[in-house]
């Protein structure tokens, strides 16, 4: 028990206890992480530098960079020679803050290649670079680009290193600056020439192919290509070598792009070359049409239907060959139709027409008659897809521009060739009345607090253009009234809602009254001080509830049953107790009220109790700070953590607290940190087993400790002392034979466990190793077998029939063998039988191939089901439908009487005894009437809804 004290103050009680453990990152010791942003390696020249170094260089403590290779300008462009000579400008430009340095120069996408001292320093050759320039070292120089060039990186020099910088674009003008230093002794500038601009031009594809004939297949003249434009050249993919397509290129010269969308500099397209046309004789109207030759002897030209002539030869000297697509010689006689439009046949009908109804008040919408015969039509309206329409009349159709297609039916045309109609559905008529919007701009007065508010009925009805207001009845006083807007004969109401009628519902509120609960609602009323010092009197105020008034003399106040309680307060300022009457200015209506004297008792001295603390530490206790010192008890139980108080505070004799006020707080341990919050490092250590499975017999484990030594190991709970036995790291045959094993670990000094002690205790088991055997492949397999569940008598409970299975008994194991399995049937438990499946070597019981009845363990190595026997069912004289019915008195015979009925077949299985006759065996039932044998399928039917209870056991084989 840790010893606890009470400190006093002045003005507050200090409560220091021992607290709990506590941690905290403001403990630890401040470290400031300096972080470099570049490092630059000062490498050893090859030679002797060319240079000296000043004694200023030397002194500076930034070695350089590290080498970055500058990439090769891109294009290479041959500076002029000799290169122009670059002066820097005479006063140095405005000094420009390089970045902070940082690893690997990058500068908004700059290059920055730092190199060591050379033996020339900025001396750098090849294409595009200018003569080394010397600074004077004040400042940054500025250097413009000599003419047709742009300047896009620079060398710079100041100490010991170089910098080659590549600008992200090329530019006239840069500012000379080191990355690293705020000096520059030497510069050199490399330049590009600015680039020229290349011109725009339209490339044209006019070479077209010449268009088939008849005979001869279209041609492309390829041997013009390639053809040479301003500024690009056509070429063609291959010689012409008959129809087909042909890819011709366009490519720009150099200096030229390509205007409009696409490839700036090269553009294709692809012609086709067409085939010969070919001849036909299908339709006269189109290109290649050769007339088949007539029958040479015609004796008639007969119209026989609209399109149809009837052809009748006496002879055919010629006969069409399909085969051949031509006429050939006959000589049979033929007689034939020709279906085709034949211009002396058709039939003239007349044109297509449509006529729109006029719109009127009574029929707003237009409609369509639409007229035509001998045809077949479609319509489009304002260009959507074509529709099929037949002739007819059309109401109230959708309103547009529809274009109407007709085709005439065969040996049929159309007078004049009209094929086509337009015509035009406009909008539907508004309604012939005039539209007005209706306005319920009556509204109640107000109210206060002290009247209702007032509705002016007498204003009602209110007449106004389209439309006139009438209300449901005269004012009498507060509630619901409902304005009703009727359309004159010829308005009707705009917006949504009924053309003719519209009603509102407006609310007069009652008086407000008042109230002191809200300040910031109307007739708000401070409530009076529930104590003031030294005490006071005010009023409570009532208001008459007990009916009309009439007289001019205040009702008395009584017992106060027909007075209502207000709001404590004086709103009126009467000034004194008793009965007075307000007016609410109307018609002498008004108010009786009662005003009654209440005393306010004086106050007690108010005070808020606070509890403050500070955590403990590594060095000392934490502190509590109790107040204030006056007019607060205090009171600690220990709390559920160890060293951990709950304080609770309560008003002293004429005290009290706030109503907000907290009274309770919970104090945790305040004892100085010891243990795992102060120790400096800490301690773990862990065992994990890795099973044994079929592709790792052995199966493995890994340990793992820090800052901790084994100090003692038990192997199933004897002393292991082979400690040498427990490295850390992986171990791959962890026993050969299993086991339950317990390591006991030390922290090393200055270093605790997580939590917080000096000894862990790792407890882990491994288990066997597998055989060969125990991976060897097995069967799934079902339960071969049904078991029924035996119904009772109405004399005797259910038995179980162990022959009923239909297994062959094994008396040397006790168990009934069946294909895969074996079963063991237990009857040790009064009143249930309990079967048991084991599986055979080489097979496990897959629990998707079995009931759910069964419960299947051990990895399908066996499973269980449990059988309630039910008892007698005994007879019963209540119901004559039932089972086990009697009309008389039923008295059970002695047990060496002899039934009348046919008795109970039942085999009782012996241990080690099989049945004689398993296969024959069945389950019988007897009822009043005689002896029925129930046979083995019919109790397996009945198994449905039958009270089955699966024994979950974990059966040892």
């Known amino acids: 028990m840790l010893m606890k004290k009470i400190v006093s103050a002045s003005t507050a009680f200090v409560l220091a206890v021992a607290g709990i453990m506590f941690t905290s990152s403001a403990f630890a010791d401040d470290t400031v992480v300096v972080d470099a942003t570049e490092t630059v390696v000062t490498e050893p020249a090859a030679e002797p530098v060319a240079e000296p170094v000043t004694a200023d260089e030397a002194s500076e403590s930034v070695a350089p960079a590290p080498v970055v290779e500058a990439p090769a300008p891109a294009p290479v462009v041959e500076a002029p020679a000799p290169a122009?000579?670059?002066?820097?400008?005479?006063a140095p430009a405005a000094k420009v803050e390089a970045p902070a340095p940082a690893a690997a120069e990058a500068r908004q996408g700059n290059v920055d290649t730092a190199k060591a001292q050379p033996e020339f320093i900025c001396d750098e050759t090849g294409t595009g670079w200018l003569a080394k320039v010397d600074w004077d070292g004040v400042g940054n120089p500025t250097v413009e680009a000599p003419d047709g060039y742009l300047i896009d990186g620079y060398c710079v020099k100041a100490g010991t290193t170089e910098h080659i910088i590549w600008l992200d674009e090329p530019a006239d003008e840069v500012v000379i600056d080191h990355p690293l230093k705020d000096s520059v002794s030497h510069y050199q500038i490399h330049v590009v020439p600015i680039p020229d601009e290349p011109e725009i031009v339209a490339v044209q594809f006019d070479v077209t192919p010449t268009a088939p004939t008849c005979e001869a297949a279209g041609e492309l003249d390829t041997s013009v290509f390639p053809i040479v434009r301003t500024g690009y050249t056509l070429t063609v993919d291959r010689p012409y070598d008959g129809p087909g397509d042909y890819t011709i290129t366009a490519t720009a010269h150099e200096g030229f792009v390509f205007s409009g969308e696409g490839n700036a500099t090269v553009r294709s397209i692809t012609v086709t070359v067409d085939g010969a046309l070919g001849y036909q004789n299908d339709d006269p109207y189109e290109d290649c049409y050769v007339?088949?030759?007539?029958?040479?002897?015609?004796?008639?030209r007969e119209c026989t239907a609209p399109g149809v002539r009837t052809i009748t030869t006496s002879k055919a000297e010629y006969v069409w060959d399909a085969e051949a697509g031509e006429y050939v010689l006959g000589d049979w006689v033929v007689t034939f139709q020709?279906?085709?439009?034949d211009p002396y046949c058709l039939v003239t009908i007349p044109a297509p027409s449509a006529v729109v109804s006029e719109q009127t008040c009574d029929n707003l919408a237009a409609d369509v008659t639409l007229t035509f015969e001998h045809a077949t039509a479609t319509y489009s309206l304002n260009g959507g897809p074509a529709t099929a329409v037949t002739a007819g009349y059309y109401a109230n159709p959708a309103p547009g521009t529809y274009v109407i297609t007709l085709m005439a039916d065969a040996g049929y045309e159309f007078e004049e060739g009209e094929d086509t109609l337009t015509v035009v559905v406009p909008e539907p008529l508004e309604e012939c009345v005039t539209p007005v919007a209706v306005v319920f701009d009556v509204e109640p007065t107000a109210p206060t607090c002290d009247a209702a508010g007032d509705l002016d009925t007498d204003v009602f009805p209110i007449v106004r253009e389209g439309y006139t207001l009438t209300v449901d009845r005269d004012y009498d006083g507060p509630g619901e009234y409902v304005i009703t807007a009727t359309a004159n004969e010829g308005f009707t109401f705009e917006g949504e809602g009924d053309p003719f009628v519209r009603t509102v519902t407006i609310t007069v509120d009652a008086a407000i009254g008042y109230q002191n609960t809200d300040p910031y609602a109307p007739c708000y009323m401070p409530p009076p001080p529930e104590c003031v010092e030294g005490g006071d009197t005010t009023y409570q105020r009532y208001s008459w509830i007990g009916g009309p008034w009439e007289s001019d003399e205040a009702p008395e106040f009584g017992d106060g049953s027909n007075w209502q309680a207000n709001v404590q307060g004086d709103p009126h300022n009467v000034g004194q107790a008793g009965a007075y009457f307000r007016s609410h200015g109307n018609s002498g209506n008004g108010d009786w009220f009662y005003l009654e004297e209440i005393e306010i008792p004086p106050c007690d001295i108010e005070v808020t109790p606070t509890a403050t603390w500070t955590p403990p530490t590594c060095d000392e206790d934490g502190e509590l700070v109790l107040g204030p010192e006056e007019g607060v008890m205090w009171s600690a139980v220990d709390g559920e953590e160890p060293g951990s108080l709950v304080l609770t505070a309560s008003p002293a004799e004429g005290y009290v607290f706030p109503d907000d006020a907290q009274t309770q707080w919970y104090v945790p341990n305040l004892d100085q940190l010891t243990g795992y919050e102060c120790a400096e490092l800490t301690a773990s250590a862990s065992w994990t087993t890795t099973p044994p499975t079929c592709d790792d017999l052995d199966g493995a484990g890994f340990l793992a400790y820090e800052n901790a030594t084994l100090v003692s190991a038990t192997l199933n709970g004897e002393d292991y002392p082979s400690l040498g036995d427990f490295p850390e790291g992986n171990h791959p045959n962890p026993a050969p034979s299993g086991g339950e094993w317990t390591l006991t670990f030390e922290a090393n000094e200055d270093a605790v466990f997580e939590n917080g002690e000096t000894t862990l205790v790792v407890e882990f088991t491994v288990p066997e190793y597998l055989t060969e055997e125990d991976c060897a492949e097995v069967m799934p397999t079902g339960i071969p077998?049904?078991?029924?569940?035996?119904?009772?008598?109405?004399?005797?409970?259910?038995?179980?029939d162990a022959a009923a299975l239909g297994g062959v008994f094994d008396a040397e194991s006790g168990r009934w063998d069946f294909p895969n399995v074996s079963v063991e049937v237990v009857t040790s438990v009064p009143g249930e039988v309990t079967l048991n499946?084991?599986?055979?070597e080489g097979y496990v019981i897959d629990a998707d191939l079995v009931s759910d009845e069964w419960f299947v363990e051990a990895g399908g190595a066996r499973a269980s089901r449990t059988i309630e026997l039910a008892p007698a069912i005994g007879f019963q004289t209540t119901n004559p439908q039932a089972a086990c019915y009697q009309t008389t008195t039923v008295t059970t015979p002695p047990p060496s009487s002899t039934p009348s009925t046919t008795p109970t077949t039942t085999v009782v299985l012996a241990t080690n005894t099989p049945a004689a006759s398993p296969t024959s065996a069945t389950l019988a039932v007897t009822g009043s009437n005689g002896a029925g044998l129930i046979g083995l399928a019919a109790v397996l039917a009945?198994?449905?809804?039958?009270?089955?209870?699966l024994a979950r056991r974990r059966l040892r084989a």
């Open 785 to 800: 077998f049904s078991a029924p569940v035996p119904a009772p008598t109405c004399t005797a409970g259910a038995s179980f």
């Open 942 to 949: 009945g198994l449905a809804g039958t009270g089955l209870v």
């Open 291 to 300: 007339q088949q030759p007539p029958p040479k002897y015609d004796t008639s």
């Open 338 to 341: 020709k279906d085709v439009d």
């Open 84 to 90: 122009p000579a670059v002066e820097a400008a005479p």
């Open 837 to 840: 499946v084991f599986a055979n």
